[in-house]
């Protein structure tokens, strides 16, 4: 199995708290990604990052920010929590042995209340 | 832009019967395409993935699928499904040139009656 792990695994708040997911992985491995699942849409992208300091925006961004200040940590901010983002969030690294497919972490459960 | 669709959320077999997961997809350069399973509270599980070789390929479980290039297809099949099949399958697809990044359908359950 691929080394990542998310902290929390699961975590409940409160509507305008800040939350904080982390992603940590143990591969070396350059890309990193964060997305969402909700039934029906699949998984989202929210951001990605191609290295240290270098992060861009997916296709549902609004209302998240990432930092990447080492390669192996990938930290999700939800500045002001609100009911929308109740969500699994999964973190994922690029492949490995020069594939290109992504491997993911077990995923976090939120729930914003 | 890319775009992944699964025709049916939702698919019901018997055991031993044929599943069959359908994915079309759109993209404007030839895109790297793959099928993850996810298993009830689980993260998602590659099961097999096209990257421009053959057309044909060979998953885990005795999945496969067949790149379509003139249907934009991506089917999955397997001969003779199992209990153990049951979960739900996402399709999806990226471009390296585009960071890797995968765009998603909105994923197949399937349940598998005995």
């Known amino acids: 199995d691929a080394g990542i792990t998310q902290s929390p695994r699961h975590k409940v708040t409160e509507t305008g708290t800040p939350v904080t997911l982390r992603c940590h992985q143990t591969?070396?491995?350059?890309?990193m990604y964060w997305y969402r699942q909700d039934p029906g849409h699949g998984l989202r992208l929210i951001h990605y990052s191609y290295g240290v300091k270098d992060t861009d925006k997916g296709e549902v961004s609004d209302g998240y920010s990432v930092s990447r200040s080492k390669t192996e940590d990938f930290l999700l901010t939800l500045e002001s929590a609100t009911s929308s983002q109740t969500s699994v969030y999964f973190c994922a690294i690029n492949g490995l042995a020069g594939g290109d497919e992504q491997f993911f972490g077990p995923g976090t459960r939120l729930t914003v209340l | 832009a890319q775009s992944v669709t699964q025709l049916g959320s939702h698919v019901s077999v018997s055991e031993g019967a044929l599943v069959l997961l359908r994915c079309n997809y759109s993209?404007?350069?030839?895109?790297?395409l793959f099928w993850y399973v996810q298993y009830p509270n689980q993260g998602l599980q590659l099961l097999l993935k096209?990257?421009?070789?053959?057309?044909l390929v060979k998953g885990i479980n005795g999945f496969e699928a067949e790149f379509k290039k003139s249907e934009t297809s991506f089917h999955l099949t397997k001969p003779s499904a199992h209990m153990s099949d049951a979960a739900e399958y996402f399709c999806a697809v990226s471009r390296k040139a585009a960071g890797n990044k995968l765009t998603f359908g909105g994923g197949t359950r399937v349940l598998v009656k005995p």
């Open positions: 096209y990257t421009s070789a053959a057309t």
């Open positions: 591969e070396n491995h350059r890309y």
């Open positions: 993209s404007s350069v030839p895109p790297y």
